[in-house]
């Protein structure tokens, strides 16, 4: 687990990195594609055969 102090590292060296006008813009588009990431896993669940198997038809 990530400690306060690394925290606050990483931030600083993202704000020094990619500026204080475009950190906001990345922390945006980082949430969104998390966001899709969650929905394209839960449509593969969503997806998934049940665990009944097939019926047949004779």
């Given at each position: 687990?990530?400690?306060?102090?690394e925290?606050?590292?990483i931030?600083?060296?993202?704000?020094?990195?990619?500026?204080?006008?475009?950190?906001?813009?990345?922390?945006?588009?980082?949430?969104?594609?998390?966001?899709?990431?969650?929905?394209?896993?839960?449509?593969?669940?969503?997806e998934?055969?049940?665990?009944?198997?097939?019926?047949?038809?004779?």
């Open positions: 687990m990530i400690g306060t102090g925290l606050i590292l931030l600083a060296v993202a704000l020094l990195l990619f500026g204080g006008k475009r950190l906001p813009q990345l922390a945006k588009s980082l949430g969104q594609g998390v966001r899709e990431f969650k929905r394209a896993v839960g449509g593969v669940e969503d998934e055969p049940s665990s009944e198997p097939p019926k047949s038809d004779e």
